[in-house]
């Protein structure tokens, strides 16, 4: 089944501690990409793959890292997370172009 | 840079009613994608639009996208609770796919 994965489904963490959510999908997609989505804000892209290491900042990338190494996986790092990156992350997944986004089931993620 | 805004924000409808929601981009756009989140789930595509003045209908959705390639828009016919949910359009930016705030839908049975 075509998908994009993403884990944690939920996570809770203090301030200062560093985390990573990871996202793979399984349809050869070259263009990856990581949104937050924050009510009354819609979804903000944070960075985005064009293929393997090639990446890019979104509208929003400050206090976030991302890496391509492998064309299927892209996690998102937060180094240092603040109470103002809690949110609801989604990663999502093109084939190229224009083609439509494949979005992850989505990671809530709390910083304290 | 692009803007995509979207109105209303929120949408109460009576169950059986029609409603529209809009979507206007800053810049004209090479095509507009629209997507539905379901409460609780992600985002799924719903529909392409590329050509000016294109209209196109799914079921009871009906999506059109504007002369000038700067606004398009949603028109669903006689609401269902299945059609509970937040709408999304999204305009091509460089390489990056501008979302709007999305129209939140409830409705009345």
């Known amino acids: 089944e075509a998908q994009v994965t993403q884990n944690p489904r939920y996570l809770i963490t203090v301030t200062g501690k560093k985390l990573t959510v990871t996202c793979s999908q399984n349809?050869?997609?070259?263009?990856m990409s990581w949104y937050r989505q924050d009510p009354g804000l819609g979804l903000r892209q944070i960075y985005y793959?064009?293929?393997?290491?090639?990446?890019d900042k979104g509208d929003v990338p400050e206090g976030y890292k991302v890496s391509r190494k492998e064309k299927r996986n892209f996690p998102l790092i937060l180094e240092s997370p603040s109470p103002n990156q809690t949110s609801l992350y989604f990663c999502?997944?093109?084939?190229?172009?224009?083609?439509?986004?494949?979005f992850g089931s989505g990671t809530q993620l709390s910083v304290l | 840079g692009q803007q995509v805004m979207q109105i209303p924000q929120y949408q109460h409808v009576q169950e059986g009613e029609d409603f529209t929601t809009y979507c206007n981009s800053s810049?004209?756009?090479?095509?507009i994608q629209w997507y539905k989140q379901r409460p609780g789930g992600h985002p799924v595509f719903l529909i392409q639009?590329?050509?000016?003045?294109e209209v196109k209908k799914q079921k009871r959705l009906t999506f059109q996208f504007g002369e000038a390639k700067k606004n398009s828009s949603l028109h669903i016919t006689a609401t269902q609770t299945t059609d509970v949910g937040t709408y999304f359009c999204?305009?091509?930016?460089?390489?990056?796919?501008?979302f709007g705030a999305g129209t939140t839908v409830t409705v009345r049975a």
């Open positions: 639009l590329v050509k000016s003045g």
């Open positions: 810049t004209t756009l090479s095509n």
């Open positions: 999502a997944s093109r084939a190229g172009g224009y083609e439509k986004l494949f």
């Open positions: 793959s064009m293929n393997v290491e090639v990446t």
């Open positions: 349809m050869n997609h070259e263009y």
């Open positions: 999204a305009g091509p930016n460089d390489y990056k796919l501008s």
